[in-house]
């Protein structure tokens, strides 16, 4: 089985500073992985995905992930945050039974 | 074009009524699924359709649970006898073909039981 486990269930920073949400998945076979936001009420939204080409992806609104299989891991990160980027992010595992962290609320302060 | 929708936007019942979710995917979709998401959780997974046939149940709780997509287009999630604790957000996603295709989710439809 397949799953998630996001680490951190809140994320504050400050406008402008470095965002690093984590994610480890654990899988016995290559892992589809993906990252998907969620403003409050909306529906999720996907950020981007990793499908085993280039293990950097890019996302939208300046977001990227890395995928490295020796730390299980798929953090998802952004440079400079802004103030829109608050939401619920949640990172999930799989393709057709995809399999979702519990999700990171980021806050970010002005 | 227009996104996934779901139908009803909220839903209020009582214990032990019957209740049907509706979902209309992305035109051309040939995936579809359903997820129930909780407070404070991230979605679960619960059913995939690939076409008209149910290619994956195995995240539905019980069998008070059941989900059609009788022409390969709209899907219906059926839940009879509801429990307090089916109250969540019932998510609904489309892919084009399925498999690591991205899915496309809809506003979802939150359930109420009393």
């Known amino acids: 089985a397949q799953s998630v486990t996001q680490l951190g269930s809140h994320v504050s920073v400050s406008e402008g500073a470095l965002v690093l949400l984590r994610c480890n998945y654990s899988?016995?076979?290559?892992?589809?992985l993906f990252w998907y936001v969620q403003y409050p009420n909306q529906g999720l939204q996907l950020l981007l995905k990793y499908t085993s080409a280039a293990t950097l992806v890019k996302g939208i609104n300046g977001f990227e992930a890395e995928f490295k299989k020796s730390e299980t891991s798929f953090h998802l990160t952004k440079p400079s945050a802004h103030m829109s980027d608050a939401a619920e992010y949640f990172c999930a595992v799989g393709d057709n039974d995809m399999r979702f962290g519990a999700g990171t609320r980021l806050t970010v302060k002005p | 074009g227009a996104g996934v929708s779901q139908t009803p936007s909220n839903k209020v019942t009582e214990k032990g009524k019957y209740v049907e979710l509706r979902c209309d995917p992305i035109s051309g979709h040939t995936a579809l699924y359903w997820y129930r998401q909780s407070l404070g959780q991230g979605p679960e997974f619960l059913i995939y359709?690939?076409?008209?046939?149910?290619?994956?149940d195995s995240g539905l709780p019980n069998d008070r649970f059941f989900a059609v997509r009788p022409e390969g287009s709209v899907s219906t999630l059926k839940i009879q006898r509801t429990e307090r604790g089916d109250s969540a957000v019932y998510l609904c996603?489309?892919?084009?073909?399925?498999?690591?295709?991205?899915?496309?989710f809809g506003p979802g439809t939150r359930l109420t039981v009393l």
């Open positions: 996603a489309s892919s084009l073909l399925g498999g690591s295709d991205t899915q496309y």
């Open positions: 899988s016995s076979v290559p892992p589809y």
């Open positions: 359709f690939q076409g008209t046939g149910a290619a994956d």
